[in-house]
């Protein structure tokens, strides 16, 4: 492990995240949009489904819980349908507390509100190489965010567009993304065993514990090799 | 079961943004209870890269032939120049093509 210095964030540093992130953005764009033109479709208000898109800013979790808005709404069931998609989120912002944690508080939690996969996987990928700086985080949170509003409006307001996210492939945007994650970084023989650890629980969950478990088993198997394996720090 | 009448709604909406943030801010948080001696530090370092790959694992077993190709596509690209963008958008491309030639 290279020595964890204090991460750089300046104005500049987020404008260049922002730029970075805007390609994988636009696909964000698409979802946002497959969402509103959804979202006609259930018994939500307009403005009450861009509240929830600005608020909220979760993919998954906000299509899931379409299916769930009625005149009732089942809360307990709802808010642990979203805890446990986005539980992902708590071991994502764990990966980064090395960095994080040399930051002052404010900061620290301000450049986690826009928390989100794409900005995570470059931001970690840039942190472990020894990119010291927190512009992909908070500034392709921001592009991710925007997209997702603009996508979400556009749905809303045009009420069609692409009727089948489907046909055109974006149902892998997310899975070749966190592929492309995976293949960037550097790898060596403790984290390929990690990684193989992860794969197998994260299987094994997906097919015998209760759904949105996977990421969660997955990641902490990985985990227990870094236990057992400790990693020494470079001279 | 709550009602979405009247300001019910927001209600609703204000919890599970509440919910997100916990998620958004938990990880860091908790970490932060932790001691930091090197075993935990080496945990994370094991676990972060390891979310990713767990992840992954549920898109690949679900995908299509179409959406498996895309990926062995992405892992093309990125073998031979690794540029995630351009491997994201080749696989999205190859999945795209292979559904509209019907061939999956």
Known sequence: ?235 | MMSTEGYGVYLVIALMALVMLFTRFGGVFITGLLPLRPRVMSFIDAMSGSVLVAVLVPIAVEADMAGRLGMLATAGVMLLTARPMAGVSLGILVTALIRFGGMS
């Open chain 1, 1 to 235: 492990m290279p020595d964890i210095v204090a991460p750089q964030l300046t104005g500049a540093d987020i404008r260049r995240g922002f730029w970075r992130i805007l390609p994988i953005s636009l696909f964000v764009f698409v979802f946002g949009l497959a969402f509103g033109v959804a979202a006609l479709q259930s018994n939500m208000a307009n403005v009450e489904v861009m509240l929830m898109s600005i608020t909220v800013f979760a993919g998954t979790v906000q299509f899931a819980v379409l299916d769930m808005w009625g005149a009732q709404v089942p809360i307990l069931p709802l808010l642990l349908t979203t805890l446990a998609i986005n539980s992902r989120m708590l071991l994502m912002g764990a990966s980064l507390y090395p960095w994080l944690r040399l930051l002052p508080v404010r900061r620290r939690y301000a450049s986690l509100i826009t928390l989100s996969d794409a900005n995570w996987a470059m931001t970690l990928n840039d942190l472990q190489q020894g990119r010291n700086n927190l512009g992909t985080l908070v500034g392709g949170g921001i592009a991710l965010w925007t997209c997702w509003q603009a996508g979400t409006l556009t749905g809303l307001l045009l009420g069609s567009g692409i009727k089948d996210p489907k046909s055109i492939g974006l149902d892998m945007v997310m899975g070749c993304f966190m592929l492309s994650m995976v293949m960037v970084g550097k790898r060596n023989l403790r984290k390929s065993l990690a990684w193989g650890l992860s794969a197998i629980a994260a299987y094994a969950a997906y097919r015998w514990l209760p759904p949105n478990t996977h990421v969660i088993v997955g990641a902490l198997a990985g985990g227990t090799v870094g236990i057992f394996w400790l990693e020494t720090p470079k001279q």
